[in-house]
């Protein structure tokens, strides 16, 4: 790839300022056309046709995901992911490129659909991974297994890529590397060698109790009552049940119950979101909320609330070693200021299911898509999972292909 005008993504990697443009309108068709978790249809097809037109056969697994190989001699397997779906969100950026996508839950109820999180960038990003990669062939030499997978945000896709023979199908890779957008300055790289995000749980808690007119409580079992008692004590799980410098979140994000104010209804429900850093403390709190459950729900002559797991994230664990080879590849390529070292993110990721299924280590970094000046004076740019979250288009493609290159040439890179 040669052009009067270039642009860097790599230390030995130049692209013209054609192939940028074209990523990212990439980027921006992915932006204004994003899909629910594990309804990422048109997503896929898409991505096909794109990898199509690169010469690069694909298969699709795990109903929307897609998986491609790329060969090139011998040499290493490496596997690489980009997550695919977005969320339930109505854009308020004010793009020209915004989304007017809508959705169907899985309740049956419409709602507006963005890439909230930066999924796009991903996705974009792995595509000119490939175009570069079938491009200049003399640069790297083994098999790369590009991933595609949906349904990261409800911790589904991996999974459904695995039982779907994901690892029977396709090479076996002796290390799995993603990465993920953050509101960070462009040409920023996070990173930290062990757990890398939390692991994290939902539950939905349907509180049981016996209906009544509003103005005879002494015939209820008041569900609301119970419920509210359950969810105030379980913020002390945090803060009575763990040590201080154990990082740890448990929130409730949803309660519903009743339909009129003078009826106490027959239950309540709420929502439990649980982020913990490590499986001994996810054992610890899971526990202490069963118990805080179960307890409030005895103190109220309620029965046993009924306990329904929604989802489940794995842990997401940087191989030191790994990170290693990852970060000096890194640091060569970008220089040793372009690195921060990673606080441990309370946000989680199934991508660890994708190496641990097959015992591998897996390697995890963020790049930032923004212009420094949105930091000046300590200010921040909306975060993933705002409606005003909106990666600059130039830097996602630029920062989230030289990563991706950067880091699989660490491993595929001809010496």
Request: aromatic share 6%; glycine share 10%; with cysteine.
């Amino acid at each position: 790839m040669t052009a009067t005008t270039s642009v860097r993504l790599t230390a030995a990697i130049d692209v013209p300022e054609s192939f940028v443009d074209e990523y990212i309108s990439v980027y921006k068709y992915l932006h204004a056309h994003p899909e629910l978790s594990g309804q990422e249809f048109g997503t896929a097809a898409y991505i096909e046709t794109r990898l199509a037109a690169l010469g690069i056969d694909s298969f699709r697994c795990g109903v929307t995901g897609v998986v491609a190989v790329l060969k090139n001699g011998d040499g290493p397997v490496i596997g690489f992911r980009a997550d695919t779906d977005g969320l339930p969100i109505a854009e308020q950026t004010g793009l020209d490129y915004a989304s007017n996508a809508t959705g169907t839950q899985p309740d049956g109820t419409t709602v507006p659909v963005m890439h909230g999180c930066g999924h796009d960038t991903h996705v974009a990003a792995a595509l000119a991974l490939a175009a570069v990669l079938m491009e200049r062939k003399e640069l790297w030499a083994g098999t790369l297994v590009l991933i595609f997978q949906p349904g990261e945000e409800t911790a589904y896709g991996a999974k459904a890529m695995i039982s779907d023979g994901l690892w029977d199908r396709a090479p076996r890779p002796e290390v799995l590397l993603a990465q993920h957008v953050l509101p960070a300055a462009r040409g920023k790289l996070l990173i930290r060698d062990g757990h890398m995000a939390t692991l994290a749980d939902s539950w939905k808690v349907t509180v049981h109790g016996r209906q009544a007119h509003g103005s005879q409580p002494e015939n209820s079992v008041d569900p609301i009552v119970a419920a509210a008692a359950m969810v105030l004590r379980l913020q002390t799980i945090v803060s009575r049940e763990l040590a201080p410098s154990t990082p740890a979140v448990v929130t409730v994000g949803t309660f519903h119950a009743g339909l009129k104010e003078n009826i106490i209804p027959e239950s309540a429900e709420f929502s439990i979101n649980v982020r913990t850093p490590d499986e001994d403390t996810r054992a610890k709190v899971l526990s202490a909320i069963r118990r805080i459950i179960s307890a409030e729900a005895a103190a109220s002559h309620a029965p046993e609330p009924t306990i329904t797991k929604l989802n489940a994230f794995p842990r997401c664990y940087n191989d030191p070693a790994a990170t290693r080879r990852v970060v000096e590849a890194f640091t060569a390529d970008f220089g040793v200021d372009a690195l921060t070292g990673a606080p441990l993110g309370m946000a989680s990721e199934d991508a660890g299911w994708l190496s641990d299924a097959i015992g591998v280590p897996g390697v995890y970094w963020a790049f930032g898509a923004f212009a420094p000046e949105h930091f000046d004076d300590g200010a921040t740019p909306a975060g993933n999972h705002s409606p005003f979250f909106a990666p600059e288009a130039h830097s996602a493609i630029v920062g989230g292909a030289g990563a991706a290159l950067s880091g699989v040439l660490a491993y595929l890179g001809r010496n």
